[in-house]
Every structure is written in C-alpha cells, then in structure tokens.
C-alpha cells in the first residue's frame, strides 16, 4: 500500500499523510522536509540568500556529501541532516524564503526523487510533497490533492510558528510567501506542483482533522 498526497503549502498535507500513517501502520515519508533540509544546507554555506542568488554549482557539486534521514522522538517525526537534529531549523521562515528557490533546481528534484523512490519501494508508504502522484508515486494505491483557502492556510501556518516561538513574523508575511511558493510551485520547469488525473480532491478549509481523515479512510476501502 503506497499513499501519495499532493498540493499547496500549508494545506494540512503532513497532517493528514501522519494520521493515514498511525491509522494503516504505514511509514510515514515528509518530501518537503527533505528540500528544506538542503534548502538549510546551502544558507549555512552561503549559497543562497533571501535576494534570489543561488550559488547553484558548489551547491550541486556537494549534494553527494548530504546525508537526509528521519527519526521518531516523542512521537513526532523530525528531519536530521548530516547527523544533527534540524527538525526546528527546517521550518524557519528563513528557511521557507528560499525552500522554492532550492527545490526548483533540477539536480536537486533528481536527488531527493532517488531518495523518495528508494522509500518508496520498499513498500507501505504515504508520502506528502507536491509532485508524489505525479512524478515519484504515479502507481500510488491512492492519490489525495489537497487545498484549502489562503487566508486559512496562513493562519495556521502562523500557529505553527507560533507553537514554536516564533512571534515576530505576521499573518501579511506569512501569506506572502504561501503566495510566492504556490507561484514558484505552481510554474517551475522540473516537476510543477500539478493534480494527478486520478486524484481525490479534499479540500480542507471547513474540515476538521478527524473529516479530512475520514474521507481519505472511505477512499481507501472503497480501493480495497
């Protein structure tokens, strides 16, 4: 059973991929996390700034050389790069202002999609990004597309700083960069964020965690 959940940022998409995950006993994978970890890789080796300069060749060149694995503590799920423990770093707005500019790069999408797909086959899998049912899962037992409203998904996306001490950022910001990244996600070259012909839509603007489960739960008896 492999499960492929696709759609904009903010969406509630790790969310739901966590609780498909404890429900079926499947392995949960976050995609996402593992472009931001290379996306914090290059802004510690300044190769990349908030401008839009990327330093795309020593970047590429030392993409062998990062280790991305993940790891259950506390019952949460949290991203080490290299060894060390970036599951808060990842999830920076300094970090989301450049996550678009990194993962738009060819080499990179290849690096992670190998990744993704070793995962993949080892079977039992749900996996949230915005190119899963389309580009890395396109046999995936079933493909969920999610959206929400904007102004909902930033403010969540605002709790979500909050929670973790973070009270400088604004609602404004927040949306802008949702903004910037659905565009970015929406009209990249390699791999556009895109629905899956044979995707279930939810969206989740009204929904509670429980519904949106719920649905993804009914999809998958009615597949059998």
């Known amino acids: 059973m492999n499960i492929a ?24 994978i976050d995609s996402g996390a593992m472009y931001r970890c290379i996306a914090l890789y290059a802004l510690k080796k300044d190769y990349v700034n908030l401008n839009g300069w990327i330093n ?40 989301s202002n450049v996550v678009s500019l990194i993962s738009q790069n060819f080499e990179v999408r ?12 080892k079977g039992n899998v749900v996996m949230d990004g915005r190119d899963i049912g389309t580009v890395v899962m396109p046999k995936a037992n079933l493909k969920i597309f999610m959206t929400a409203d904007k102004t909902v998904r930033g403010e ?34 390699v791999s556009p964020l895109k629905k899956a012909t044979d995707a279930l839509v939810i969206d989740n603007t009204n929904l509670s965690m429980s519904e949106q489960l719920q649905i993804a739960l009914d999809a998958l008896d009615r597949i059998g």
């Open 110 to 121: 290849s690096f992670c999609v190998d990744m993704q797909r070793n995962f993949v086959n």
């Open 156 to 189: 969540r996306r605002l709790a979500e700083l909050r929670g973790k001490g973070d009270f400088d950022t604004t609602l404004e910001e927040v949306i802008e960069n949702l903004e910037k990244r659905d565009q970015d996600d929406l009209t990249r070259e």
């Open 56 to 95: 795309k060749a020593d970047l590429i060149h030392e993409l062998p050389d990062i280790l991305i694995s993940f790891q259950w503590i506390d019952d949460a799920q949290h991203a080490f790069l290299n060894g060390d423990d970036v599951e808060a770093s990842i999830r920076t707005m300094k970090v």
């Open 5 to 28: 959940i696709d759609g904009f940022s903010s969406c509630g998409k790790s969310t739901l991929a966590k609780q498909i995950a404890k429900a079926k006993n499947l392995t949960y």
